[in-house]
């Protein structure tokens, strides 16, 4: 590619560098990034780390643990059970975390992502300055650069990770609406669920209206650092079998780096019709968001240029922005058939549409995309005796019909160079069974067979504006994937358990990873001019085994969940910044340890904490041994909560800290390595009456620190990175009614 470059003026390098470059980084989870930010166009061509963006515009459009729950000690160790949600409280065998909703009201910081990073094992990379958790991706178990795509998201038990690459935005889903979220760790959400589990299941539960009083009301304001505003309301309505809920916010801030406003509206409302025997529900959400996208601040020695010290809040891309508009309906029926079984019904559409805007002193590029995504869901949940002993069964059928539509052009008013268009169906049918085969002993057990059909096109203009390439060549593929799982939970008595799982899981790849398989440019015949390669949208499905063991203890205001994991994974999807296209790796291998632990020393304060050590490297291959990228060994958090004057005057408190880990690009691990760093979070709140109010300091030492940071592949020292902020401030108000 360097040689490639070479060939061209300086204009001519940055135009087909942006056709050739159609790649998205599997890094990035906002699909609206540029490859710019990763590209200087020197005397001498830097490094193709520079190249590996975020996401490469031209192709983009695209422990303090809080769990379990402080609830009342009830001296008992609480059996696992599977709601109509499919998770409920958790798989038997697995890890798994509640975070209620008490616990966010508790919680000092101010995002979905803020609260989930208590839990052990979880980790962050944020970007975009941290404004609102935005581009902030969740990483369970230590996928790194690749986190989104094994991290699967679910809103009351329906999933949110669409077929392309931009990931879950955690910051369209109103804080005040979540009734508690569920996280499940390791691979055996994936029997329920299909693609994505990965890692683990988030399971984002929100409050109805059918609270028991017929009318609430809630309304909240507040201010803080970086001329930031917010305003959250919400109402719920109660009359005889119907119910009906709202929730809104909107949040306007200038951001901690420069060209990195945020202008975010969210809004979500359902309907409820609930008897015994049968209820329904719809429920409709939609989102709109303005960012600008600040790029990154360069670090190289060579040249004696230390952005991160000279200049940590600049940009170096003054004008690239991203919009982003999303509406979802979802509507559903859970109907008794006969006594212990259930039929819940749901389907939905999802539409999300994003436009982003790139600019250099060489060239201006557009992306327009629209994802829709029509699903239904079906499935039966039993829970008759079988063979004599009580029985819980869930099993169903999921179908997904996805469509991807991008269109890529040099302006945003000129013909698109490229159009991609995408069709993906997937069809599938599961069964879990949970036995009681002691009054002591929960064994579990089930399947999925997964079939998944895809038509992929690219139509390309070699008459439009900057056109230089070649047309991807058509795909029509099908294939059938398979996950499996099996658990148990022994209890010794009130206070002592232990549990153990096993479990296979798949992950197809996405449409963005397709849109780049291989050298997009054919540089064999140097100093010859480089020639086109057309492109085939093919990758093999990356597979993993997972296995997992640990106890729990409960009792005496004390619980305490720890485990021991191993995971072999088989073709992970993987892109290379050098070469410039997405891959399978060699396997890869995962193991760790996860420990959390709340105490309720007293009805006024509770403390709560967590541990993990996670070990993510290369298996085989000329890497092996090698950490993978953007995973840190060690992470833990530390927290408590205070009623320092009953509910008037609350102090709560959250120390995190993580270990150092390897940059983005760095599978050599020759680079600098991301320092390790720890922020402290703090919150006093109180409420009297129906008045509420809370004053928060987040980083309170002022730690100078960032999680994300792309290396060079060529010179020693060189790295761009994405600075956080210091010490910041936010002050809320609200009424209820």
């Known amino acids: 590619m360097a040689r490639f470059l070479r060939h061209c003026s300086p204009a001519a390098r940055s135009r087909r ?5 159609r790649v998205f980084s599997p890094r990035l989870r906002d699909p609206m990034h540029r490859w710019s930010d990763h590209v200087t166009f020197l005397p001498e ?4 780390a520079k190249l590996r963006l975020p996401f490469a515009a031209a192709c983009l459009a695209g422990t303090a643990l809080v769990t379990p729950a402080l609830a009342q000690d009830t001296g008992q160790l609480p059996a696992v059970n599977v709601e109509a949600s499919r998770i409920g409280t958790g798989i038997v065998g697995t890890s798994t975390s509640v975070i209620t909703a008490e616990d966010i009201a508790h919680a000092p910081g101010q995002t979905v992502q803020d609260v989930l990073a208590t839990i052990p094992g979880v980790q962050l ?20 650069a690749f986190a989104t795509a094994n991290t699967l998201v679910l809103i009351n038990g329906r999933r949110l990770n669409d077929i392309d690459l931009a990931g879950v935005d955690l910051s369209t889903i109103p804080l005040q609406s979540i009734e508690r979220i569920e996280v499940t760790r390791g691979n055996s959400g994936a029997v329920l669920y299909g693609d994505n589990a990965v890692g683990g299941v988030i399971n984002i539960v929100t409050k109805t209206g059918a609270n028991g ?27 005889g079998p ?39 529900f719809l429920n409709l959400s939609a989102d709109d968001q303005h960012l600008g996208f600040p790029g990154a601040r360069t670090v190289d020695p060579s040249i004696g240029v230390n952005e991160l010290a000279t200049d940590r809040r600049g940009t170096s891309t003054p004008r690239d922005y991203g919009d982003k508009q999303g509406v979802n309906v979802t509507a559903g029926f859970t109907k008794s058939l006969w006594d212990g079984a259930e039929l819940i019904v749901d389907g939905g559409v999802r539409n999300k549409k994003q436009q982003a805007g790139f600019f250099t002193q060489y060239y201006e590029s557009y992306v327009d995309t629209t994802l829709t995504a029509w699903s239904i869901t079906p499935r039966l949940r039993i829970t008759n005796a079988m063979f004599g002993l009580p029985s819980t069964i869930l099993t169903g059928i999921d179908y997904y019909d996805s469509t991807y539509d991008s269109n890529r052009s040099m302006f945003k008013e000129t013909a698109p160079i490229h159009v991609y268009n ?12 949970t036995l009681n085969v002691l009054p002591t002993t929960d064994f579990s057990y089930g399947g999925r067979i997964q079939h998944m059909k895809l038509d992929a096109r690219d139509t390309y203009d070699p008459n439009a504006y900057g056109a230089s390439g070649a047309q991807s060549t ?38 963005d990873e397709r849109l780049i398989t291989g050298s997009a440019w054919d540089c064999s015949a140097w100093p010859s001019p480089c020639t086109p390669i057309a492109q085939n949208f093919m990758l093999k499905t990356q597979t993993s085994y997972d296995i997992e063991g640990g106890i729990r203890i409960h009792g005496n205001g004390l619980d305490i969940q720890s485990s021991v994991y191993d995971m072999h994974l088989k073709n992970e999807i993987h892109y290379d910044p050098v070469n410039m296209y997405n891959y399978s790796l060699d396997p890869t291998h995962r193991y760790g340890t996860e420990t959390s632990a709340t105490l309720r020393i007293s009805d006024t304060l509770r403390l709560r904490g967590g541990f993990a050590y996670t070990r993510a490297v290369f298996e085989e291959g000329p890497y092996a041994g090698n950490d993978v990228p953007l995973v840190s060994r060690l992470s833990g958090s530390f927290g408590l909560s205070w009623d320092v004057w009953q509910k008037y005057v609350v102090v709560d408190a959250t120390l995190r800290a993580w270990s150092s880990r390897r940059m983005d690009n760095d599978q050599p691990n020759t680079q600098p390595t991301i320092p390790a760093n720890a922020t402290l979070d703090l919150k006093v709140s109180g409420e009297s009456d129906r008045f509420f109010w809370s004053a928060s300091v987040a980083n309170l030492f002022n730690a100078q620190y960032y999680d994300y940071a792309v290396a060079s592949a060529f010179t020693a020292g060189r790295f761009n990175a994405y600075p956080l902020p210091g010490r910041t401030y936010m002050v809320r108000a609200g009424v209820t009614f």
């Open 242 to 280: 119907w119910s009906a809920a709202v929730f809104g916010n909107a949040i306007k801030s200038d951001g901690y780096r420069a060209n990195n406003a945020l202008e975010q509206k969210n809004a979500m409302g359902e309907l409820r019709y609930s008897t015994p025997g049968f209820s329904a």
């Open 17 to 21: 560098a942006l056709s050739c470059l």
């Open 45 to 48: 061509f830097p490094s193709a």
């Open 125 to 144: 990379q944020t970007l975009y300055g941290g404004v609102n958790g935005v581009g902030s991706a969740v990483d369970l178990r230590g996928f790194g």
């Open 474 to 511: 058509p795909l029509n593929t099908s294939e059938t994937n398979h996950a499996l799982h099996v658990g148990f939970e022994h209890r010794f008595n009130a206070n002592f358990a232990v549990f153990a799982r096993a479990a296979q899981a798949f992950r197809t790849p996405n449409v």
């Open 422 to 433: 995408l069709k993906q169906q997937t069809l599938a049918g599961y069964w879990q069974q």
């Open 213 to 239: 009083k017929p009318i609430t009301m809630r309304a909240e304001a507040g201010v803080g650092s970086f001329n930031q505003q917010s305003g959250n309301v919400s109402a719920t309505v109660n009359s």
